[in-house]
Each structure stands twice: as C-alpha cells, then as structure tokens.
C-alpha cells in the first residue's frame, strides 16, 4: 500500500510542478510585456480550467500573484482566487454571488452586456466592495464552453507614474513659459503679472499677489494680484500699505524661509495682517521670500480659501518661481533707475548747454569734466567741438575731429539711423535717443547709445549736443543670455528622453536582481543590459560634454602626431564586423598611404560614429563599405551604407546639433550630437565633411584630413 501511495504520487508531483513553474515564468513575463504575457498566461488558467473537475490545480492558481477569476457565458463569477478577492475587498462566498456589472463602476455598467461576449483584455476599471474604483489590466480568453477566464493586474501604481510624469512635464513648459515672459516684460509690475498669470497653472490657488518692501519708507507695495475682485486682478495694485502691519512675517522672511499655515480659521495669536486675509476669505496661505543679492526685497504670497497645507511640490515650484522673480524685478528696478539716470542726464546736458553762447568757460568746463562722450555739433552733423571723453573714447588727438560730420565716424549701416534721429530731433525740437555702430580711430566697431539733445535759438535749432557711452559689454551679455536661453531649452528637450531611457532600463532591471531570486543565466543576462545600458549612457553623457565645450568656446582637445589612416580603420572595423552579423563591411583603397598628422582618438571617433549609423541606418542589413585613399595634400575616407538613406529636407539639417532625421518616438535612438561632434573635429582638423543620400537606397558619407595638419593652441 505505500508503494502504491508512492506511486501515486510520483505521477501526480511533477505535473504540480510544472504548472506552478509555468504559472510563475508566465507572471513574471506579463510583468516584462503584460499584453504578451497576460494573454498567455489566461491561455494556461483555460487550459487548466477544464481540468478542475479531475486534477486539484485550482489551489495552484492561490499562489499565483495576480488575480484570476472564471465568468460563465452570463458574466456571473463561477471561480475566483483569493487575489481577485482581495482586489476588490470581497470574501470568496461573496465574490462568486456577484455578476460582472456588480464590480463595474456605475458609469460603465451599460457597456457591460454588449462588451462580454468580445471580451478579450486590456485597461480597465473595477469598483470595489468599499466602493473604491481601482484601475486594473486584463488578461482574457473565452473558453470554447462559453465561459472567460481572465487575470487582474493592480495598475493603480502605474497610472500614478504616468500621471506625476504628466505633471513634471506640464511644471517644466510652464516654468519655460514663465521664463520667455520674464525675459519679454519691462517694468516690474508687469514681470509680476505675467509671472502671476502662469503660476496658477502650477500651483492651486484663489488668491495670490506679489509685494516689494521699501524699508526705508516702512512702506509695502503691491506689484500684482488676483482673487481679490471679480475681474480676477488685485484692484490695489499699485497700492502703498504700511510695512508695520506685516512686519511680523518680514521678520521670518529675511531669514531666507518661506512661511506657511494651514488654518487661519484656528490659528491662535493670529497677527493683523492674518486677521486682514481672513476677513477676505482666505483660510490658508504660503508667503515666500523674493531674496536678490542676499537681500530681503519682497515676498510672492498664496491663499486658498479652503484649509490645508500646501504640498512640498507646490512649495518647491513656488521658492524656484519666487528666485526667478526676484532676479527679474531687480534687474528690472535697475533698468528704470539707469533709465532716469540717463533721463537726467539728458536734462542736465539740455540745460548746461543753453548757456553755450553766453559762457563758452563753462560749457568747456561741462565737457572737460564729463564722463560721457559728448560732442557739440551743427544741426546738419558737423562737430564744432568734443570733450576728452569722446577723444579718449574714439582715440583721436584733440581738434582732430572739427570740421567733419559725425556720420564718418559711425559704421555704414548706421549712417542712416543717425541722420534720421537729427532730422526728427530738428522737426520735434526734442531729444532723441537712438543706438549706433560706432567706429575707433583703427576702425574697430563699438556699440553705442547716442542721446541728442537740441539747443534753440529763435525757433530753430542750430546746434546740437550729443552723449555717446559705449555698451558693448552690455550688448554681449544680452547675446550671452540669448545663447543660453537656448542651449538649455534644446538641451531640456533632447537629453532629458535620451537620458531617461537608459536610466529607466538600468533601475527595472536592477530592482528585479535586488528583489528577486532569479538564476544565474538570468541575473548574468540583466547585468550585462544593465552595463550595456550604462556604456549608452556614458556616450550620451560623452557627447553633451564634447557639445558643451563647443558652445563654452572652448573647443576640443585635438592633438597632433603621425598614424597610419588605413591601420586606424581596419582596427575600428574588426568589432563591428564580430557584432553586426546581418553586414558584410568591406574596407577598401590604396595600399601604401602616406602618414597623416593629427589625433588618432578623436579621429577613431569619427570613423566609429560613421560605420555606427552606417549599420544603425540599415537595419535591413547590406554591405557597409569603408574606402580610403590619398588625393593631393588630403586623405578621403567614405562610408557608405545600402539602408534607409535621406530626404532633401533631412540632408539640409544632417550636421546640426541635436537634429535627429526621425524625431518620432519609434525613431532608431540617439543624441543627434554625433554628426556635429564629427563635423567638428573634421573641421579642427582642417578638413571638411559631407554625405550624398538617396531616400531608400543608402548613404555614403566622406571627410577629408589634410597631411600637415598642425593642432592649434589649445583654448582655455
């Protein structure tokens, strides 16, 4: 007898075993590819299903993870694990009473009939015994007696990462969007507003206003507000209010922290400003600091009038909004205050120049001590007169400029600008203000704003008085933030996804090594993803510094030594030719090449990338021929491919940074760095690069190296 026993069970085990295991493997693919693998594994549950009545595997499906239930041809549960239970809050007596519109949400239960006899799988929603609606994804399959055994998978975490995913998207637009505005508004008040008018696309709120302190007047003014009238804008705008009624909150806010409270409604000891906002509705609130160049200058203020506390990432976009802000209106006060410098000076030389003919010591004493560029000349341009500051400035000896018009003075494309500042300046009979290129007495270009300032006598304007200060420094830091304004929006829309991919890979693949016991082919096999996945990563890291040294105006580290071209190629060919099975790569030319002088790296680098896209762009496979031969001073080396090839359009854009020929999200990866990086060290080099393509048959690039190539002095 237990002989027998033993037998018994010796039939019975392995076919356990090999369900469990087949189970599990198959859970473990829906979680890698859950279309593929919730099918398959709803195909396994049906096959075993027919089997409940003679085989006990139903207490299998227990161990399973994820929820597995069985409907009849009615849509009424016949079958349920306890994970399906569990899901949605019901005991297993419970959950085999009810029907399949039993756990759809109210809103959806109408679809239901017409759905179940097609049902076969995808994203849904269930609604629980507790009334909860948890979003889930669906394995089916109908079994040919009419009944549907299906699987349930929990989806409530994911749908959570894509919408948070979806947020960190729509905060990062909007905080360019606030960028672009700041940059494009004037005064300060209208920085305020326009900042205000995209803030509440990122953070809830009915009130919210912008206030600069004045301390030296103990006065507070509002800059910009909304909530506080049915228009939707702060009506006291513009406003003074005494600094003394929020002096408790400036007090905390000079020591660089922001001040929240949840309920003003309970909030003991309340200060009078508190018990202002209350009164207008507003029961919970964050106040921020506006710190510029360490200093207390103002604060950004929210309000809700429900209570709450502010969460920590609508804390965090308001303290980066709040720095930005106080930036801008800093530079912003101090654009107006140079703006009535500049006006005041206007008046003053406008004045001082009225006595000319009565006092001709003290006009001379005005310009000697000036020091502006100033000069005196007719009302048809002549100089009569120039102070040292403009000779100093120009660089010419003293009297040298009399008798000439100030229009040879000034770059050609200026002589138009300022012949029509002194014609509007003799009609109006008003100061003008107009920017020139003006030239050194070498001919060297500098920029320049020229104020002019009419001086009357009987009606008519004889004579002028000019200003001229030099700004080209200021012209060069505002093409300075142009420049990086927009590196940093095309590095925010190209790197951010071709980072985020490998670094997405390495952290799934990692998580499944640290929290599962897997075999050690398979946890060999994610390591070596996970490496391959950080050498993609390290390139891409690799390109964006090379760029960025580019734009820095740094250049590249090219070195200079002799090589042996044909060597060069051969030695970057041998690893693709042992991984890009599908390629024949064939390298042809000349067989006694001269030396060339340059950087060996750098210039593998090329030939790598080349032959790279050359196999990437083919993904049909083909032959992929490499050819080099010497032509005059120069060496020509072409890679050729027989794969996709290009558009015209695409060729045009193909060496710029960040283009990529494919921009959708199905595109063959990359920077679309590589090309830019070859075409500069070509170009460092002294040579020149170029590809021929026709769309559908191939492309075949070219670059040219010279033989005495020498490396330049390396930039700092």
Request: proline share 5%; net charge negative.
């Amino acid at each position: 007898m237990p002989d027998k026993v033993v037998r018994i069970r010796s039939r019975r085990l392995p076919y356990r075993v090999v369900v469990f295991a087949a189970v599990a493997a198959l859970g473990a693919a829906w979680s890698i590819h859950p279309p593929a693998g919730g099918i398959l594994l709803a195909l396994l549950v049906g096959a075993l299903i027919g089997r409940l009545a003679r085989r006990p595997v139903w207490s299998l499906m227990e161990q399973a993870p994820d929820g597995i239930f069985v409907l009849d041809p009615q849509g009424r549960f016949v079958a349920a694990n306890l994970q399906a239970c569990e899901l949605l809050g019901y005991t297993r007596a419970e959950f085999l009473n009810l029907h399949l519109r039993d756990v759809t949400p109210p809103d959806e239960r109408d679809k239901v009939d017409a759905c179940l006899p097609a049902l076969e799988g995808g994203e849904c929603n269930v609604s629980c015994k507790d009334g909860a609606v948890v979003p889930v994804e669906i394995g089916a399959r109908r079994l040919a007696d009419g009944c549907t055994v299906a699987i349930a998978r929990d989806i409530t975490g994911r749908r959570a990462l894509e919408a948070a995913s979806q947020r960190y998207a729509r905060c990062l637009e909007t905080l360019r969007e606030i960028d672009r505005a700041i940059l494009s508004a004037g005064s300060p008040e209208e920085i305020a507003g326009e900042v205000l008018c995209r803030l509440k696309d990122l953070i809830s709120s009915t009130h919210a206003n912008v206030v600069l302190f004045d301390f030296p007047a103990d006065e507070m003014i509002m800059l910009a507000g909304y909530g506080y009238s049915e228009r939707g804008v702060d009506a006291a705008a513009g406003t003074h209010h005494p600094l003394s009624l929020f002096r408790a909150a400036v007090l905390f806010l000079q020591m660089g922290k922001y001040r929240t409270v949840e309920d003003l409604s309970t909030k003991p000891n309340r200060f009078e400003f508190e018990d202002i906002m209350l009164a207008v509705g507003i029961l919970s609130y964050l106040a921020v600091p506006l710190i510029a160049q360490g200093k207390l200058i103002g604060a950004l203020d929210l309000g809700r009038t429900t209570p709450g506390p502010f969460d920590q990432e609508s804390i965090a976009i308001a303290r980066e909004v709040s720095s930005l802000l106080a930036i801008a209106i800093q530079q912003a006060r101090l654009h107006e205050q140079v703006q009535r410098d500049t006006r005041e000076l206007e008046m003053r030389v406008a004045e001082r120049t009225a006595e000319l003919n009565r006092t001709k010591e003290h006009t001379v004493a005005i310009l000697n001590n000036s020091s502006d560029a100033i000069l005196l000349t007719r009302a048809d341009g002549f100089i009569e007169q120039t102070n040292p500051a403009f000779n100093t400035l120009f660089g010419y000896e003293a009297d040298a400029v009399f008798g000439h018009n100030l229009a040879e003075y000034v770059a050609p494309e200026s002589v138009e600008t300022l012949a029509a500042a002194l014609q509007a300046l003799v009609e109006a009979k008003e100061p003008q203000r107009v920017e020139v290129t003006a030239l050194h007495h070498d001919g060297a270009p500098f920029a320049g704003d020229l104020s002019l300032a009419p001086l009357p006598q009987y009606g008519e304007v004889l004579y002028v008085v000019m200003s001229l200060r030099d700004i080209s420094a200021l012209k060069q830091v505002e093409r300075q933030l142009k420049r990086v304004n927009r590196l940093k929006t095309e590095f925010l829309s190209t790197a951010a996804h071709e980072l985020r991919t490998p670094l997405t890979s390495i952290r799934g693949f990692s998580e499944l090594l640290l929290e599962r016991d897997l075999p050690e082919d398979r946890r060999r096999r994610y390591l070596k993803y996970i490496h391959e996945q950080a050498t993609h990563l390290s390139v891409i890291i690799e390109d964006l510094l090379n760029i960025s040294r580019l734009e820095a105006g740094r250049g590249l580290r090219i070195s200079s030594e002799p090589f042996d071209m044909g060597a060069l190629i051969q030695k970057v060919v041998l690893p693709f030719k042992e991984s890009a099975s599908k390629h024949c790569l064939i390298v042809e030319g000349d067989v006694d090449l001269p030396p060339v002088m340059g950087d060996p790296m750098r210039l593998t680098q090329v030939v790598q990338n080349l032959v790279s896209n050359a196999i990437k762009y083919s993904p049909g496979g083909g032959t992929v021929l490499i050819r080099v031969e010497a032509q005059g001073d120069a060496l020509t080396v072409m890679v050729r491919d027989e794969g996709i090839g290009m558009t015209p359009e695409q060729q045009v854009h193909l060496f710029e940074k960040f283009y990529r020929a494919d921009g959708s999200d199905t595109a063959i990866g990359g920077t679309g760095l590589g090309l830019a990086i070859c075409k500069l060290i070509v170009e460092t080099h002294g040579g020149v690069i170029w590809a021929e393509s026709e769309y559908g048959v191939g492309s075949a690039f070219y670059f040219t190296i010279p033989l005495d190539y020498e490396a330049a002095p390396e930039s700092a």
